[in-house]
């Protein structure tokens, strides 16, 4: 079977009697188990994939199926599907049976896709490279050496190396759209608050969103037409109407685009990255799209901002897991303390204790100002100016990644380094706004390269119509 890279052309094989979702279901678990050494999937949901396929292909044979019937996708390991386990990639969560499911996960069913397994990611969604995960790194299938970005890794590689059709990740300050851009996939943040984030295991509220890992910009927007909107089980989530995103996609006349200077003009920039991205901008003035240089001087301050406040969020989510309530629990302790001391010492890893410490921190009476209130201020003022951009300028261009995959094992000792990676993703997530990484082939080892466009508040339609032109249109 070769690889299908649209739900189009599923259902139209479907369709045409070609193909049954039986089929192709038996064709993505060989993938997976060619491909097992790529780490992508923690669990794969064999019995109840195979299960729902019969129930689709009944449905598609009577003429009743819904909008993804056909779509075979995969979620990260941080999202809850009913009687399967999730664990975030966690110790503290191995052993975790999701008791309901999340709102994405019963409109994906509704619509009758098949879940065919959960993903690897970082523990807790903490991390850029996949390299906290209790079930160790994805490997990236473009070189097998390197990551595949995090920390929804397993998210991206699945979609890389044909393992299923689509997958969900989460975005909080660039999961969705880092590992897309190591792996060569459309990575699709929506506006915060544009789907629901019930039954999503939180890491910091403010911050994270749902988002898709496809190979085409019409898969994307109609899992973001499936996923939106209003849900009663999450106040956080937008009551705007849905647009039907997949209609008229690539319409849309001239637009203005603003490429952030300070991202390209900065010597950090990997040059190959660099000469595709001029290349992209060439494109979009030959598609007609004025481009024009903005200065963006908020640039040293998000880094700081993003990690002074996910790290305080992160710690005040993260005390549920107590070794009481949910998941690990060391059974020698001799009082409740120690229950709760040894239990979270043992049941979360590095990454996780380094930024619930740093969150703890920030919080506390007597660093509050200076730290954490500070940072929401900084927040302000990067939403602030990122709008007043957006007086002027349809769309926000900039890298996604300063570097392409770097290799296993090359940063992880160094959080900073890791932490100044985010630089150019977490802009999207301070101001709230859809932001998406499109790939632009490979550099000269083979490795993807990418570039990020955002958009304003609630403009997904108009960033998914550019998107298509530019990669579907010559
Ligand atoms: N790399 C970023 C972090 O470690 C982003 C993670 C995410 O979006 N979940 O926080």
Do not use: W
């Amino acid at each position: 079977m070769k690889k299908y890279t649209s739900l189009t052309e599923i259902q139209g094989r479907l369709a045409q009697k070609q193909l049954t979702v039986p089929e192709l279901i038996a064709y993505y678990f060989t993938q997976i188990e060619k491909n097992q050494h790529l780490n992508a999937f923690n669990e794969v949901f064999f019995d109840s994939a195979k299960k729902q396929a019969e129930l689709v292909q009944q449905k598609v044979d009577n003429g009743i199926a819904g909008r993804l019937a056909g779509m075979v996708i995969g979620i990260k390991d941080n999202i809850c599907y009913i009687d399967h386990q999730v664990s975030a990639s966690s110790k503290m969560l191995a052993d975790f049976v999701a008791p309901y499911s999340a709102t994405v996960v019963s409109r994906l069913l509704q619509e009758d896709a098949v879940i065919i397994g959960r993903l690897n990611c970082d523990e807790f969604a903490m991390g850029g490279s996949n390299e906290t995960s209790y079930y160790g790194p994805v490997k990236n299938a473009a070189d097998e050496e390197r990551v595949a970005g995090g920390s929804s890794g397993g998210s991206a590689v699945a979609v890389q190396a044909d393992l299923c059709l689509a997958t969900l990740g989460t975005d909080t300050g660039g999961s969705v759209r880092q590992p897309a851009a190591f792996c060569g996939c459309i990575g699709f943040k929506p506006t915060y608050g544009r789907i629901s984030r019930y039954g999503v295991l939180a890491y910091a509220s403010s911050f994270d969103q749902v988002g898709t890992l496809t190979s085409s910009v019409s898969d994307a927007a109609l899992l973001l037409a499936v996923l939106s909107g209003a849900d009663d089980a999450d106040s956080t989530v937008s009551t705007l109407p849905v647009p039907n995103y997949t209609q008229n996609l690539g319409a849309g006349g001239t637009k203005k685009i603003a490429v952030l200077k300070e991202t390209i003009e900065n010597e950090a920039l990997d040059p190959e990255i660099k000469s595709a991205i001029l290349a992209s901008i060439a494109k979009f003035k030959s598609q007609g799209h004025v481009v024009e240089y903005v200065s963006f001087d908020l640039l040293d301050y998000l880094v700081p901002a993003y990690y002074v406040l996910t790290t305080a969020e992160a710690s005040s989510n993260l005390s549920r897991y107590d070794g009481v309530h949910y998941g690990y629990r060391n059974t020698q302790a001799q009082s409740l303390n120690e229950l709760y001391k040894t239990s979270r010492a043992e049941g979360f890893g590095e990454e996780v204790k380094r930024r619930i410490l740093l969150g703890t921190f920030v919080l506390s009476a007597g660093y509050y100002d200076a730290y954490y209130q500070k940072a929401q201020q900084v927040r302000r003022l990067i939403r602030e100016k990122v709008e007043a951009l957006f007086v002027d300028y349809d769309f926000l261009l900039s890298p996604v990644t300063p570097t392409p995959a770097f290799k296993i094992g090359e940063n992880i000792q160094d959080a900073l380094v890791m932490y100044m990676a985010d630089i150019y993703t977490v802009l999207a997530s301070l101001a709230g706004i859809p932001a998406v990484a499109l790939p632009l082939g490979n550099n000269a080892a083979g490795l993807p390269l990418s570039v990020q466009l955002m958009a304003k508040h609630f403009n997904e339609q108009e960033l998914l119509n550019l998107s298509h032109r530019f990669l579907h249109e010559v």
